[in-house]
């Protein structure tokens, strides 16, 4: 019996089968949330296709990454934004309850970026996942944010403060 390599399955069907894996294995996963803004204060958001809700961007380490090439990969995949400039670690959380997908421990970082020249490349974006991205002002950003986010973006507005770990 012969059958087809992974690979040859969609790219949305194959972040549906690690979903699923995660589940299985029930083990917290290592994510990384990205609290990106403008030099002129705006924040980046990306509109989840799932909730239809606004969030901010980031996803889940793979297999032999740092937190910063995951932070660079997931904005320029979710949003087309490359070449952040990293400015801090504003904490580490850890809720169970945050996400119903899976047990997340999410770090959760600041940087500015640069508004992208153009929309992120069709075959980097899963548009299962992704519906839009745009940039609000601090008073525009819609609430409450997906999976529980509000509390950490606000956490991040907050320049000055420590970081945390929930």
């Known amino acids: 019996m012969n059958f087809a390599p992974l690979s040859a399955l969609p790219k949305g069907a194959l972040k549906i089968l690690y979903e699923i894996m995660r589940h299985v294995l029930r083990r917290p996963v290592v994510g990384i949330v990205v609290a990106a803004h403008t030099r002129d204060g705006r924040w980046l958001l990306i509109r989840r296709a799932d909730t239809g809700t606004w969030a901010m961007p980031g996803g889940t380490l793979e297999w032999g990454e740092t937190l910063r090439s995951t932070m660079v990969r997931e904005l320029l995949e979710e949003t087309g934004v490359s070449d952040p400039v990293f400015e801090r670690v504003v904490g580490v959380f850890s809720r169970p309850d945050r996400d119903i997908r899976f047990h ?63």
């Open 104 to 166: 997340a421990v999410n770090v959760l970082v600041r940087c500015e970026v640069e508004p992208p020249e153009s929309a992120p490349a069709k075959e980097r974006v899963n548009p299962l996942e992704i519906r839009e991205v745009a940039f609000f002002r601090e008073d525009e950003v819609p609430h409450p944010l997906a999976m529980g986010l509000s509390d950490l973006f606000e956490r991040a507005l907050a320049a000055d403060t420590g970081a945390i770990l929930e």
